[in-house]
C-alpha cells in the first residue's frame, strides 16, 4: 500500500468531504457549499486519490461513508477548526461579513424573541441575512452544532449538556395552563389537572417532560389526547375544546392569544432557556459578536 502524501491535502478538499459526509449527499453538499456537483465530484476524487480510499460507497439511492471515511470524519473537523482559528485575527466586523448568521430553536415558541433577535442585529448590520433553523428536541443541538449547522441553538435547559456544548443562561419562563374559555373553565387543582384532556408537544425526543416528571413523584398521570410538533397547531387543536396545554407563559403574545390562561396547580421549577454553542467555537470572534448581541437582546 503506497503511502498517502498530506502535502496533498488542502482545506478546500476537507471541507468538501466533511460536507457531504454531514450531508450524506453530493448535490446537498454542492448547495451548501454554494458550488456545482460537479465541483464537488472532482474534489471527492482528488481527495479519494490521496488517501487511497473510497470514501463514499454507493447505498440505494444514496451514499453510506466507508470505514475509512467514519475514522477520518473527527480528526478532519477539529483540523478545519484549528484551520478557521488560524485566520481569527480577535477582531470582528459584520459589516464585511458575507456569510448569515443561523441559529436553530423552536421558532414557535420564541417568536417574539425571535423579531427581537432581528431588529437588534439589523439596527446593527442592515444587510445581515439571518437563518432560522427548526431544532426539534434538544438532543438535536449537538450534532447541529458540531456539523456547522447552525452557529448557536437556543433552547430549554437539558438535564445534563453534552460535553462538547457550552452555554450562557438567556432567560426564565413561568409555565400556565392554556385553555378555551368558551369551551371550559380553568383549573382549580392538580387532581383536575390530573384529569383533564391534554395536548402537547412532541418534537420527537424521548426524554420525560418536566411536568411529567413531577407528576410521577405524585404518582399522578396525564391524560394526553393529542401530541404535536409546533405551538400553532396545538393552538388550534386546543380552540373550541375542552383541552388544556402547559407550556411557557410567553405563548400568550403569539400563538395562544387568542386563549386564556391560569396558575399551573403544580409546584415546578421555570423553564431556563439558554444559548448554547460548540466548543470548537469558543474563541471564533465571529460568534463572540454574536454571542454577546444575542445576551444583550434578552437581558434588555
Not at 475509512?68 to 485566520?87: G, N, S, T
Not at 421558532?107 to 445581515?128: A, M, Y
Not at 437539558?158 to 369551551?183: C, G, I, R
Not at 412532541?202 to 389526547?225: E, H, P, W
Request: aromatic share 8%.
Amino acid at each position: 500500500m503506497r503511502d498517502a502524501d498530506a502535502s496533498q491535502l488542502s482545506g478546500r478538499l476537507l471541507r468538501v468531504f466533511i460536507t457531504v459526509y454531514d450531508e450524506m449527499s453530493v448535490s446537498k453538499a454542492a448547495e451548501r457549499l454554494h458550488t456545482s456537483q460537479s465541483t464537488v465530484s472532482h474534489n471527492l476524487e482528488k481527495l479519494r486519490s490521496i488517501i487511497g480510499d473510497k470514501l463514499f460507497l454507493p447505498s440505494g439511492r444514496g451514499i453510506v461513508p466507508s470505514a475509512r471515511a467514519e475514522r477520518l470524519a473527527p480528526k478532519v473537523r477539529r483540523l478545519l477548526a484549528q484551520m478557521d482559528a488560524l485566520l481569527d485575527t480577535g477582531e470582528y466586523v459584520p459589516q464585511n461579513d458575507p456569510e448569515p448568521f443561523v441559529i436553530a430553536t423552536n421558532g414557535g415558541v420564541l417568536v417574539p424573541e425571535v423579531t427581537k433577535i432581528c431588529q437588534t442585529i439589523w439596527r446593527e448590520v442592515p444587510s445581515k441575512k439571518l437563518v432560522f433553523r427548526e431544532l426539534g428536541t434538544r438532543g438535536n443541538a449537538e450534532s447541529m452544532l458540531g456539523k456547522g449547522e447552525a452557529d448557536f441553538a437556543i433552547t430549554p435547559r437539558p438535564a445534563n449538556f453534552p460535553l462538547t456544548l457550552k452555554h450562557t443562561h438567556l432567560f426564565t419562563e413561568d409555565f400556565k395552563v392554556f385553555y378555551d374559555p368558551q369551551a371550559r373553565d380553568p383549573i382549580k387543582d392538580i387532581y383536575e389537572y390530573s384529569a383533564a384532556r391534554h395536548a402537547t408537544l412532541d418534537f420527537g425526543g424521548s426524554t420525560k417532560s418536566i411536568v411529567q416528571t413531577f407528576l410521577d413523584d405524585l404518582n399522578l398521570s396525564r391524560n394526553v389526547a393529542v401530541k404535536v410538533p409546533n405551538v400553532w397547531l396545538l393552538a388550534e387543536l386546543i380552540r373550541g375544546t375542552d383541552m388544556i396545554a402547559t407550556l411557557p407563559r410567553m405563548l400568550q403574545f403569539s400563538a395562544f392569544r387568542h386563549l386564556d390562561h391560569c396558575t399551573l396547580p403544580l409546584s415546578i421549577p421555570a423553564a431556563r432557556f439558554d444559548l448554547i454553542w460548540h466548543q470548537r467555537y469558543d474563541d471564533s470572534a465571529r460568534l463572540r459578536w454574536l454571542r454577546d448581541t444575542l445576551t444583550r437582546v434578552f437581558k434588555t
